[in-house]
């Protein structure tokens, strides 16, 4: 059974940096391409950005620029770097494997950009 921790959300003010974990347990990530996906309240949830086994990094353009994937694959952890962030980055954020069928998904972090 694969489980999902995400963590490292909060609240930011506009402008402002997070970087989000991802620990996966019961498989081990260096054989399968990674992303981090956000939902916004009232949204379906949507692709952030992907990394796969060798760490190419692809980006969804409300990203790009702003964000960085990154995957220490000893420690089964992604990891989302976020600066420059703004109101419409406030979501909660998942990581999965990067296409269906998905593994159960984590409760999320929560990333709320406020002043």
């Known amino acids: 059974q694969v489980q999902i921790v995400e963590s490292g959300g909060g609240l930011v003010q506009p402008g402002g940096s997070l970087r989000l974990s991802c620990v996966v347990f019961?498989?081990?990530?260096?054989?399968?391409?990674m992303a981090w996906f956000r939902q916004a309240p009232g949204k379906q949830r949507e692709l952030v950005a992907t990394?796969?086994?060798?760490?190419?990094?692809e980006f969804e353009d409300a990203a790009k620029g702003r964000f960085t994937i990154s995957r220490d694959n000893a420690k089964n952890t992604v990891y989302l770097q976020m600066n420059s962030l703004n109101s419409d980055d406030t979501a909660v954020y998942f990581c999965?494997?990067?296409?269906?069928?998905?593994?159960?998904w984590g409760r999320g972090t929560q990333v709320t950009v406020s002043s």
């Open positions: 990394s796969d086994v060798r760490g190419t990094m």
């Open positions: 999965n494997r990067r296409t269906p069928p998905y593994w159960a």
């Open positions: 019961g498989i081990s990530i260096d054989a399968w391409a």
